[in-house]
């Protein structure tokens, strides 16, 4: 059975600092999403990376898949308060279902 | 931009009681899902749909679950006697052929008293 694991689980940051997210799963995927969810609202999708190398980037977050090490990272940078909420990354297994991760719960101190 | 409408958007429902939770797709999507998240924790797969047959279920959706597209347009989600431990937030997703990632609703949140 496919796990995915997040760390860390809580993050609180300054504004402006660097912050890394990680995402680990325990079976070969290809493919890994990212989403967002603010407090009691749907999940937004951030990025979808489709093959080993692939890096996206949008304003201040970059995510890149390492499939080889099973691994996936979401790089914050230079954050802002409008950056908190709950980011998971979901590793999608067989055609018709994603493992979502624990969860990143991220707040971003002014 | 299309989206995936879920309503109701909170339903409170006594112990035992069956409960409809109704999504509308996009409208060229093939594929629906529908997954839980009991609150403050991960998002958990329950059911994927597809050429009006599930295609895959976990373990949690037993034999009080059950999803059906009556009319071509919804997709429903039934639980036919519910318990404490069903509240939790249901999203209802979808996506089209060839593609990649899902198309969230806005969630029903059901609790069960």
């Known amino acids: 059975e496919l796990k995915v694991e997040q760390n860390p689980l809580f993050l609180s940051m300054q504004e402006g600092k660097n912050y890394t997210i990680y995402c680990n799963y325990s079976?070969?995927?290809?493919?890994l999403y990212w989403y967002r969810q603010d407090p009691g609202k749907s999940l937004e999708s951030l990025f979808v990376?489709?093959?080993?190398?692939a890096v996206k980037q949008e304003g201040r977050l970059m995510a890149s898949l390492d499939t080889k090490a099973r691994l996936s990272t979401l790089h914050i940078t230079a954050a802002v308060h409008d950056l908190s909420a709950t980011y998971f990354c979901?590793?999608?297994?067989?055609?018709?279902?994603?493992?979502f991760g624990t969860g990143t719960r991220l707040k971003v101190l002014a | 931009e299309p989206e995936v409408t879920q309503t109701p958007s909170h339903q409170v429902t006594q112990m035992g009681q069956e409960v409809i939770l109704r999504c509308v797709p996009i409208?060229?999507?093939?594929?629906f899902y529908w997954y839980r998240q009991i609150l403050g924790q991960k998002v958990e797969f329950l059911v994927s749909?597809?050429?009006?047959?599930?295609?895959?279920k976990s373990e949690i959706f037993d034999d009080q679950f059950s999803v059906e597209r009556p009319d071509g347009s919804n997709f429903t989600l039934k639980i036919r006697s519910t318990k404490l431990e069903d509240s939790a937030m249901y999203f209802c997703a979808t996506s089209g052929q060839g593609a990649f990632g899902y198309t969230f609703g806005s969630g029903t949140r059901l609790t069960v008293v």
């Open positions: 079976t070969t995927s290809d493919r």
């Open positions: 979901a590793v999608e297994s067989g055609t018709y279902k994603y493992i």
């Open positions: 409208s060229n999507h093939l594929y």
């Open positions: 990376l489709l093959s080993n190398g």
């Open positions: 749909f597809y050429n009006n047959e599930i295609s895959e």
